[in-house]
């Protein structure tokens, strides 16, 4: 395989200061030493060689002719891809579907490569580079209005920059100067999902169940995080059954649609308690009923998740990606149960039910020590809530150390919820009294 030349892990100075033209330069042997320039797991201990795979070829000029846009576009390839998903196979839509739509795709082409910008700052605890993301982002805005507003059938390009930008700004929200929060954006994308589901003779590819689950995820955890956003569980659960035995899109997510979908459906039906109790002083009759229908499916979910097999695409990996996905299903339906009893029932931190949820959590992740899982996205609202109820101080310290861990993996958005989570600390309140604009995954 052809080496075009290698990253040293040095900061990106940022448009005009930085020398793009120099950006790859040959492996003198001289390894990485510096705290500034060394991440948590080292991939920058030694000068990376730039690479591109076989089946991305050939290289389009937009990258042979500026070596800073080849060297994001390996490393999102080599690792944000990785780091996106919670266990690694040849079959991560990341590195292999996306990016060859992205040598079709200019908009796409540009969101991969402010991706992959982000991300590497963060790891290596550079100032993001705003002004060569901001040139690459801005173009994308006129063609999703265009989109929204023509006759034209949306395509999986127009689709995927919208949810690509939507996850981007909701990863690294300090990287853009944009007064469009990432609820907006993710308003947008639901918009052009059902633009999407409404049009005649849609051609699903890989791309749009790789597209469409990546907005059901951001969708979900979007919806348990802020009361401002309405999530569309009811729309892209049943289009997302038809993904359901397509190989390369097992890995993405890390759980299953059913976990997605009771987690969906818990937020919303926290939001409906809310409103209802402004209204009436409590939930309907109806309302209640419909939680305990809910309540009795996750805690039977729990169950079914400790005896089933998790099968990865990739033969390879059969026993740890079952460990990895039991592991990750148990910990995203016992945060539901959290979800259900602090904001429906409305039971106490100290409630039994709470706790025996808390220490699932806990035991859950002590399982993924090990894996890439550990450092994932996946994991930041179990953590979160976990973190938020435990009782036991020690416990709270080493949710605390966790959310560390995915922060050194150059996870960007976990800043703002160590931030929070050190809030409701300090101020003894409970999260579900804050009001805040923080991504909880």
Same mark, same amino acid.
């Given at each position: 395989m052809d080496v075009f030349g290698y990253d040293h892990g040095l900061p990106d100075l940022d448009l005009p200061k930085n020398n793009d033209c120099d950006a790859l330069g040959q492996n003198n042997n001289v390894q990485i030493d510096s705290p500034q320039q060394c991440s948590s797991d080292f991939y920058y201990s030694a000068p990376v060689p730039v690479t591109i795979?076989?089946?991305?070829?050939?290289?389009?000029?937009?990258?042979?002719?500026?070596?800073?846009?080849?060297?994001?576009?390996?490393?999102?390839?080599?690792?944000?891809a990785n780091v996106l998903v919670t266990h690694q196979c040849p079959s991560n839509p990341f590195s292999t579907i996306l990016p060859q739509l992205?040598?079709?795709?200019?908009?796409?082409?540009?969101?991969?490569?402010?991706y992959a910008a982000c991300h590497r700052a963060r790891l290596l605890r550079h100032a993001e580079p705003k002004n060569r993301i901001a040139t690459w982002v801005t173009p994308v805005f006129p063609s999703l209005r265009g989109a929204l507003s023509g006759n034209e059938q949306i395509s999986d390009s127009a689709f995927g920059?919208?949810?690509m930008l939507a996850s981007l700004t909701q990863s690294y929200p300090l990287a853009f100067d944009l007064p469009i929060s990432w609820q907006e954006h993710l308003s947008l994308a639901r918009r052009l999902y059902g633009?999407?589901?409404?049009?005649?003779?849609?051609?699903?590819t890989s791309a749009t169940f790789f597209f469409g689950r990546w907005f059901a995820y951001l969708d979900t955890f979007g919806s348990a995080s802020s009361d401002t956003y309405q999530g569309a569980w009811y729309e892209w659960s049943r289009e997302l059954k038809l993904a359901e035995d397509t190989p390369e899109l097992q890995c993405l997510a890390g759980f299953t649609t059913k976990s997605l979908v009771l987690l969906s459906r818990t937020a919303e039906l926290a939001k409906?308690?809310?409103? !209802?109790? *402004? =209204?009436?002083?409590e939930p309907s009759v109806h309302t209640i009923t419909v939680s305990q229908q809910l309540r009795m499916n996750l805690e039977l979910f729990t169950l079914e998740v400790n005896h089933t097999r998790y099968d990865c695409a990739c033969s390879e990996s059969s026993t740890s990606s079952t460990e990895v996905y039991r592991a990750v299903n148990a910990a995203i339906t016992h945060a539901s149960l959290i979800y259900l009893h602090r904001r429906v029932y409305m039971?106490?931190? !100290?409630? *039994? =039910?709470?706790?025996?949820?808390?220490?699932?959590?806990?035991?859950?992740?002590?399982?993924?020590?090990?894996?890439?899982a550990f450092d994932t996205p996946d994991i930041i609202l179990p953590l979160f809530l976990a973190g938020c109820e435990a009782r036991d101080p020690g416990k709270a310290v080493d949710v605390l150390q966790r959310l560390q861990s995915i922060e050194n993996a150059g996870m960007g958005q976990v800043v703002r919820v160590k931030a929070l989570l050190q809030e409701c600390w300090d101020t003894n309140r409970d999260w579900t009294e804050l009001k805040h604009n923080v991504l909880l995954g």
């Open positions: 795979p076989t089946f991305l070829r050939p290289v389009p000029s937009v990258l042979l002719e500026n070596p800073m846009n080849l060297l994001y576009y390996h490393y999102f390839i080599n690792y944000t992205a040598l079709k795709d200019d908009n796409l082409l540009r969101l991969l490569l402010a920059s919208c949810v633009l999407r589901l409404s049009q005649d003779n849609i051609q699903r409906r308690c809310d409103y !209802e109790r *402004r =209204l009436h002083g039971l106490p931190s !100290e409630s *039994r =039910l709470v706790q025996f949820s808390v220490n699932a959590i806990l035991d859950a992740f002590n399982e993924l020590k090990g894996y890439n």
